[in-house]
C-alpha cells in the first residue's frame, strides 16, 4: 500500500484526468443531493414541524391542507375518540407580501396553529407572526411589518424560527384568528368561517388513523405524519426521479473508477509480476489499488464539494438548493463505495498475473 | 498468412477500421465498461432534458396554450396564476388601458373531482367564451358553447376525461354537486401535472361555490387580455402595470418563462445537463489518452516500420465512433424502457431529441480524443531504433 501511495505522490499527474472526472460526479451528486434536499425540505417544513402523530383532513380533500376544510363538529368529535391526547387546528394560506421597510414582494405561507410546534413557540398574540429564518435571509427583520396578499393585512414579526417552510414559501406562524382573518379578506373565495380549521394535528396513542375515520363516519380522511409529507403535490415524484438520476449517476462513477484502474492495472501488469516475484502477494497489490482509488475519490469529494458550495452561493435564489450534513456524508460515503467497488474490477487481473512472466519478460 | 498490423494492410482506411475493431473484439470487458458508462451518462442527459421538457409543458401548459395575449395577475402573486386574484376595479380598469382590445375574467383552481368513478385532482379555468383565455390546441371535439361543458386535457383522456365523459366536482357536505360535460379534448394543456379542464367562466364560479358556500364572492384569479390590432402585447403589459395599481401584467411567453418553479427547474437543470456534458467527454478523452499511452510502444513500432500515422489516428477515431454509437444505443434502450413509467411527467422518447444528444456527444467526445490523436500524431519513428517509447 505503501508503494501505491509513493506513487500517488510522485506522479499525480497520471490520476489527474480520473480525478477530474470524479470531481464533476462528485459535484454532480451533491447538486442533484441538494436541489432533492431543497425540494423537500422547503416544502415540507411546516407538516414536519406539527407536534402530531397524525393530520386530519376532510375526506373531500384528497390530503391538500388548502382544499380541507373540518368544522367544530368534526372536531369535536376527534376529540371524542379514544386515545386522542391532544387536538389542534391548522390552516394555510400561500400569497406575496411586501415588508413595509421596503425591498422586494417575499412568498409567504401564513400558518394558523394552536399547539407550540417543534422548534416553533405558542402562538403569538393576535397580529403577530413567528416568521421562518429564510425571510430574515430575505432581508425581513424582528419588528417588521409584512402587508400581505391583495388585501395588505399587516402582520407585524416578532421572532424567527427555523425549517417551517411550507411548498417552498416561507413560514409565517399565526394564531387562528389572524390566519382567518388574512384568509377571508385576501381569498374570499376560499371564505373559512370561525369554527373552520382546514387541518387537525393530533397527538395520542392506538390506531388513530383508523379509530379517527370510523368515528368520523368517513368524512374525515387521516394520515400519519409521514404519509401527510408524502401527500404533498410532487413530494414523492421528486424524491423517486432524483434518487433514480442520483443512483445511475453512482453506477457512473463505479465505471469510471473500474476503467480506469482496469487500465491502470494493465499498465502494470509487468511491474505486478516482478514484484510478485519477490514476494508480493495479491492481496497486498491489491489494496495498493483499492488505497489508489479511495484517495482519489476522496480527493475529488473535497474538490466537488467546494465547488458545490461556491455553485450553492453563486446560483439564483430561487434555486432550492440546500446542501445538508447529511447530503455531504451520504456522498462521501458513496463515492468511496463506489470507488472500492470500481477498483475490485482489477481484481481478477492483479490475482491471474504469473510471477514467472517476470522472468526474461517485462512486458 | 501476414499479420493483423502488416503496413500493407494498416495503408488503406479500411484496414485502420480492421485495427480498431480488432482492438475492441480483444478487449471487450474495456470497451464494454467505457460504452456502458457512455451509455449511462447519455441515458441521463437525455432522461433529464425529456423530464424538464415534459415538466415545463405540464406545469404551465395551460398557460401557454391558451389565446390571451397578456396575463394580468395581482402584484402580489409573483406571477402566480393560483396566488392571484383580481378585483372588481382592476379588471375594469385594464379593459381602459390603451392598446387592449378585450379584457376578460380568467378564474383557475384545483379541485377533487369524480373522472370515471375515481375521485382525483383536477385543474379548472374559467373564461368568457369567445374572449381571450380559450384552449388554442384542440385536437378533437369542441370548444364550450354553454355553461357546464369543458375541454379536457387530451392526456388524460383515458382517466374519465374523454368526450362524453361527465367529470363531478366533489362538493363540500351538504352541497350539490355541478358537473362538466367535456366536449372537446385539446393537447398540452395540463396545469401542475394534473387533468385539466376549460370551461366558461360562470361554470368555473358555480363549482367554486359548491366546495367553498360560505364564499362572499368569487374573484377571477388574473385578467386575461386580446391586444388591438397593431399594439404590441409587450408593450400593452407595461402599460396596465404602469396604470392599473396593484397589477402585474406579462405576455403569455413571460407568463410560461416567469411562472414560480419554471425558471428555477430550467436553471437547476441547465446546470446539472452541463456538468453531464462535460462529463462524458472527459470520460471518453481520459480513456483513449491513457490507451493511447499504453500502446506507445507498438504504435512507435508500427511507424518505424512504415505505417502512416493516417490510418492510426482513423482507427482511434473509429474506436471512438463505435463507443459513443454503442452508448448511444444502449442509452435510447434505457430510455425506452424507462420512459413508460414516467410517461405521467411527459417524458417521452422521441428520435430528434436523441440523435441530437448523441451527436453532440460524439462532437464532444471527438474533441476530446484529439489529446489522444496529439499523442499518436506526435510519435517518432526513429524512437524504435532508441528504444525509446518500447518496451523490450
Same mark, same amino acid.
Given at each position: 500500500?505503501?508503494?501505491?501511495?509513493?506513487?500517488? +505522490?510522485?506522479?499525480? %499527474?497520471?490520476?489527474?484526468?480520473?480525478?477530474?472526472?470524479?470531481?464533476?460526479?462528485?459535484?454532480?451528486?451533491?447538486?442533484?443531493?441538494?436541489?432533492?434536499?431543497?425540494?423537500?425540505?422547503?416544502?415540507?417544513?411546516?407538516?414536519?414541524?406539527?407536534?402530531?402523530?397524525?393530520?386530519?383532513?376532510?375526506?373531500?380533500? +384528497?390530503?391538500?391542507?388548502? +382544499?380541507?376544510?373540518?368544522?367544530?363538529?368534526?372536531?369535536?368529535?376527534?376529540?371524542?375518540?379514544?386515545?386522542?391526547?391532544?387536538?389542534?387546528?391548522?390552516?394555510?394560506?400561500?400569497?406575496?407580501?411586501?415588508?413595509?421597510?421596503?425591498?422586494?414582494?417575499?412568498?409567504?405561507?401564513?400558518?394558523?396553529?394552536?399547539?407550540?410546534?417543534?422548534?416553533?413557540?405558542?402562538?403569538?398574540?393576535?397580529?403577530?407572526? &413567528?416568521?421562518?429564518?429564510?425571510?430574515?435571509?430575505?432581508?425581513?427583520?424582528?419588528?417588521?411589518?409584512?402587508?400581505?396578499?391583495?388585501?395588505?393585512?399587516?402582520?407585524?414579526?416578532?421572532?424567527?424560527?427555523?425549517?417551517?417552510?411550507?411548498?417552498?414559501?416561507?413560514?409565517? &406562524?399565526?394564531?387562528?384568528?389572524? &390566519?382567518?382573518?388574512?384568509?377571508?379578506?385576501?381569498?374570499?373565495?376560499?371564505?373559512?368561517?370561525?369554527?373552520?380549521?382546514?387541518?387537525?394535528?393530533?397527538?395520542?396513542?392506538?390506531?388513530?388513523?383508523?379509530?379517527?375515520?370510523?368515528?368520523?363516519?368517513?368524512?374525515?380522511?387521516?394520515?400519519?405524519?409521514?404519509?401527510?409529507?408524502?401527500?404533498?403535490?410532487?413530494?414523492?415524484?421528486?424524491?423517486?426521479?432524483?434518487?433514480?438520476?442520483?443512483?445511475?449517476?453512482?453506477?457512473?462513477?463505479?465505471?469510471?473508477?473500474?476503467?480506469?484502474? %482496469?487500465?491502470?492495472?494493465?499498465?502494470?501488469?509487468?511491474?505486478?509480476?516482478?514484484?510478485?516475484?519477490?514476494?508480493?502477494?495479491? +492481496?497486498?497489490?491489491?489494496?495498493?489499488?483499492?488505497?489508489?482509488?479511495?484517495?482519489?475519490?476522496?480527493?475529488?469529494?473535497?474538490?466537488?464539494?467546494?465547488?458545490?458550495?461556491?455553485?450553492?452561493?453563486?446560483?439564483?435564489?430561487?434555486?432550492?438548493?440546500?446542501?445538508?450534513?447529511?447530503?455531504?456524508?451520504?456522498?462521501?460515503?458513496?463515492?468511496?463505495?463506489?470507488?472500492?467497488?470500481? %477498483?475490485?474490477?482489477?481484481?481478477?487481473?492483479?490475482?491471474?498475473?504469473?510471477?514467472?512472466?517476470?522472468?526474461?519478460?517485462?512486458? | 498468412?501476414?499479420?493483423?498490423?502488416?503496413?500493407? /494492410?494498416?495503408?488503406?482506411?479500411?484496414?485502420?477500421?480492421?485495427?480498431?475493431?480488432?482492438?475492441?473484439?480483444?478487449?471487450?470487458?474495456?470497451?464494454?465498461?467505457?460504452?456502458?458508462?457512455?451509455?449511462?451518462?447519455?441515458?441521463?442527459?437525455?432522461?433529464?432534458?425529456?423530464?424538464?421538457?415534459?415538466?415545463?409543458?405540464?406545469?404551465?401548459?395551460?398557460?401557454?396554450?391558451?389565446? $390571451?395575449?397578456?396575463?394580468?395577475?395581482?402584484?402580489?402573486?409573483?406571477?402566480?396564476?393560483?396566488?392571484?386574484?383580481?378585483?372588481?376595479?382592476?379588471?375594469?380598469?385594464?379593459?381602459?388601458?390603451?392598446?387592449?382590445?378585450? $379584457?376578460?375574467?380568467?378564474?383557475?383552481?384545483?379541485?377533487?373531482?369524480?373522472?370515471?368513478?375515481?375521485?382525483?385532482?383536477?385543474?379548472?379555468?374559467?373564461?368568457?367564451?369567445?374572449?381571450?383565455?380559450?384552449? !388554442?390546441?384542440?385536437?378533437?371535439?369542441?370548444?364550450?358553447?354553454?355553461?357546464?361543458?369543458?375541454?379536457?386535457?387530451?392526456?388524460?383522456?383515458?382517466?374519465?376525461?374523454?368526450?362524453?365523459?361527465?367529470?363531478?366536482?366533489?362538493?363540500?357536505?351538504?352541497?350539490?354537486?355541478?358537473?362538466?360535460?367535456?366536449?372537446?379534448?385539446?393537447?398540452?394543456?395540463?396545469?401542475?401535472?394534473?387533468?385539466?379542464?376549460?370551461?366558461?367562466?360562470?361554470?368555473?364560479?358555480?363549482?367554486?361555490?359548491?366546495?367553498?358556500?360560505?364564499?362572499?364572492?368569487?374573484?377571477?384569479?388574473?385578467?386575461?387580455?386580446?391586444?388591438?390590432?397593431?399594439?404590441?402585447?409587450?408593450?400593452?403589459?407595461?402599460?396596465? !402595470?404602469?396604470?392599473?395599481?396593484? !397589477?402585474?401584467?406579462?405576455?403569455?411567453?413571460?407568463?410560461?418563462?416567469?411562472?414560480?418553479?419554471?425558471? $428555477?427547474?430550467?436553471?437547476?437543470?441547465?446546470?446539472?445537463?452541463?456538468?453531464?456534458?462535460?462529463?462524458?467527454?472527459?470520460?471518453?478523452?481520459?480513456?483513449? *489518452?491513457?490507451?493511447?499511452?499504453?500502446?506507445?510502444?507498438?504504435? !512507435?513500432? *508500427?511507424?518505424?516500420?512504415?505505417?502512416?500515422?493516417?490510418? *492510426?489516428? /482513423?482507427?482511434?477515431?473509429?474506436?471512438? *465512433?463505435?463507443?459513443?454509437?454503442?452508448?448511444?444505443?444502449?442509452?435510447?434502450?434505457?430510455?425506452?424502457?424507462?420512459?413508460?413509467?414516467?410517461?405521467?411527467?411527459?417524458?417521452?422518447?422521441?428520435?430528434?431529441?436523441?440523435?441530437?444528444?448523441?451527436?453532440?456527444?460524439?462532437?464532444?467526445?471527438?474533441?476530446?480524443?484529439?489529446?489522444?490523436? /496529439? /499523442?499518436?500524431?506526435?510519435?517518432?519513428?526513429?524512437?524504435?531504433?532508441?528504444?525509446?517509447?518500447?518496451?523490450?
Amino acid at each position: 500500500m505503501g508503494l501505491a501511495l509513493r506513487e500517488l +505522490r510522485r506522479r499525480p %499527474s497520471r490520476f489527474t484526468v480520473a480525478t477530474i472526472v470524479l470531481t464533476f460526479l462528485s459535484l454532480l451528486l451533491l447538486l442533484l443531493g441538494g436541489l432533492l434536499d431543497g425540494l423537500f425540505l422547503g416544502s415540507t417544513g411546516a407538516i414536519r414541524s406539527q407536534p402530531a402523530d397524525v393530520i386530519v383532513y376532510s375526506s373531500n380533500a +384528497r390530503d391538500s391542507f388548502l +382544499r380541507s376544510r373540518i368544522d367544530d363538529t368534526i372536531r369535536a368529535t376527534v376529540e371524542g375518540v379514544d386515545g386522542v391526547d391532544s387536538v389542534g387546528g391548522v390552516g394555510v394560506l400561500l400569497l406575496g407580501a411586501d415588508p413595509t421597510r421596503g425591498g422586494d414582494t417575499v412568498n409567504v405561507a401564513v400558518i394558523g396553529y394552536e399547539q407550540a410546534a417543534d422548534g416553533v413557540p405558542a402562538p403569538p398574540a393576535p397580529g403577530t407572526a &413567528w416568521a421562518d429564518d429564510s425571510l430574515r435571509d430575505q432581508g425581513v427583520h424582528t419588528g417588521d411589518t409584512l402587508l400581505v396578499g391583495p388585501a395588505r393585512t399587516p402582520i407585524e414579526v416578532v421572532g424567527f424560527v427555523a425549517d417551517t417552510n411550507f411548498l417552498q414559501q416561507s413560514g409565517l &406562524w399565526v394564531d387562528l384568528p389572524t &390566519w382567518r382573518a388574512a384568509q377571508n379578506a385576501n381569498r374570499p373565495d376560499s371564505f373559512v368561517t370561525d369554527d373552520v380549521v382546514q387541518v387537525l394535528a393530533v397527538r395520542g396513542s392506538g390506531d388513530l388513523v383508523a379509530a379517527i375515520d370510523a368515528a368520523t363516519g368517513g368524512a374525515t380522511s387521516t394520515l400519519t405524519k409521514d404519509e401527510a409529507v408524502y401527500a404533498l403535490p410532487g413530494v414523492t415524484e421528486q424524491e423517486s426521479t432524483f434518487n433514480a438520476i442520483i443512483y445511475s449517476t453512482l453506477l457512473v462513477v463505479l465505471a469510471v473508477v473500474g476503467l480506469f484502474f %482496469s487500465l491502470l492495472t494493465l499498465e502494470r501488469t509487468a511491474l505486478y509480476g516482478v514484484l510478485k516475484a519477490i514476494g508480493a502477494s495479491t +492481496r497486498r497489490l491489491f489494496a495498493g489499488v483499492v488505497a489508489q482509488a479511495v484517495v482519489v475519490a476522496v480527493i475529488a469529494f473535497v474538490v466537488g464539494s467546494l465547488l458545490a458550495i461556491a455553485a450553492g452561493a453563486a446560483l439564483p435564489a430561487d434555486v432550492p438548493l440546500q446542501l445538508t450534513v447529511g447530503r455531504f456524508l451520504f456522498t462521501f460515503v458513496a463515492l468511496v463505495i463506489a470507488a472500492v467497488l470500481g %477498483s475490485a474490477i482489477s481484481l481478477r487481473r492483479v490475482t491471474r498475473i504469473d510471477p514467472a512472466s517476470a522472468i526474461g519478460s517485462a512486458s | 498468412m501476414a499479420p493483423d498490423w502488416h503496413p500493407v /494492410r494498416l495503408a488503406c482506411d479500411a484496414e485502420g477500421v480492421f485495427l480498431a475493431v480488432k482492438e475492441i473484439r480483444r478487449a471487450k470487458t474495456r470497451f464494454g465498461l467505457l460504452a456502458g458508462a457512455v451509455g449511462l451518462l447519455v441515458y441521463l442527459i437525455l432522461f433529464q432534458q425529456a423530464l424538464l421538457g415534459g415538466l415545463v409543458e405540464q406545469f404551465i401548459g395551460a398557460v401557454k396554450h391558451q389565446s $390571451a395575449d397578456v396575463l394580468v395577475f395581482n402584484d402580489q402573486a409573483r406571477k402566480n396564476l393560483e396566488g392571484s386574484i383580481i378585483f372588481p376595479e382592476q379588471l375594469e380598469a385594464v379593459g381602459q388601458v390603451d392598446g387592449v382590445d378585450t $379584457a376578460a375574467p380568467l378564474g383557475q383552481d384545483t379541485f377533487t373531482v369524480n373522472a370515471d368513478g375515481v375521485e382525483t385532482d383536477a385543474a379548472v379555468f374559467g373564461y368568457v367564451l369567445g374572449g381571450p383565455g380559450e384552449p !388554442t390546441t384542440v385536437t378533437s371535439g369542441r370548444l364550450p358553447s354553454g355553461p357546464f361543458e369543458a375541454v379536457a386535457s387530451s392526456r388524460n383522456a383515458a382517466d374519465g376525461f374523454d368526450i362524453g365523459d361527465v367529470v363531478e366536482v366533489v362538493p363540500a357536505p351538504g352541497t350539490d354537486p355541478v358537473s362538466f360535460n367535456v366536449v372537446g379534448l385539446a393537447r398540452e394543456i395540463n396545469y401542475s401535472v394534473s387533468p385539466t379542464l376549460f370551461t366558461d367562466f360562470d361554470s368555473f364560479v358555480a363549482a367554486k361555490r359548491v366546495v367553498n358556500p360560505d364564499a362572499p364572492a368569487v374573484l377571477a384569479s388574473v385578467v386575461a387580455v386580446k391586444v388591438a390590432a397593431g399594439a404590441s402585447a409587450a408593450g400593452v403589459a407595461d402599460a396596465i !402595470t404602469a396604470t392599473v395599481e396593484g !397589477t402585474e401584467a406579462l405576455t403569455r411567453q413571460a407568463a410560461v418563462d416567469e411562472a414560480p418553479g419554471v425558471s $428555477a427547474v430550467r436553471s437547476s437543470f441547465s446546470v446539472i445537463l452541463l456538468l453531464f456534458y462535460l462529463v462524458v467527454p472527459l470520460v471518453t478523452g481520459l480513456f483513449f *489518452l491513457i490507451v493511447t499511452f499504453q500502446k506507445a510502444g507498438a504504435l !512507435t513500432l *508500427l511507424r518505424a516500420i512504415g505505417s502512416p500515422a493516417g490510418p *492510426l489516428v /482513423r482507427a482511434l477515431l473509429v474506436q471512438v *465512433l463505435a463507443v459513443v454509437v454503442v452508448g448511444g444505443l444502449i442509452a435510447t434502450l434505457l430510455f425506452w424502457l424507462t420512459s413508460g413509467a414516467t410517461n405521467s411527467l411527459g417524458v417521452t422518447v422521441q428520435a430528434r431529441p436523441v440523435l441530437l444528444t448523441v451527436g453532440v456527444v460524439l462532437v464532444l467526445a471527438m474533441l476530446t480524443s484529439l489529446a489522444a490523436v /496529439r /499523442r499518436v500524431l506526435r510519435i517518432d519513428p526513429i524512437a524504435a531504433t532508441t528504444g525509446a517509447g518500447v518496451q523490450v
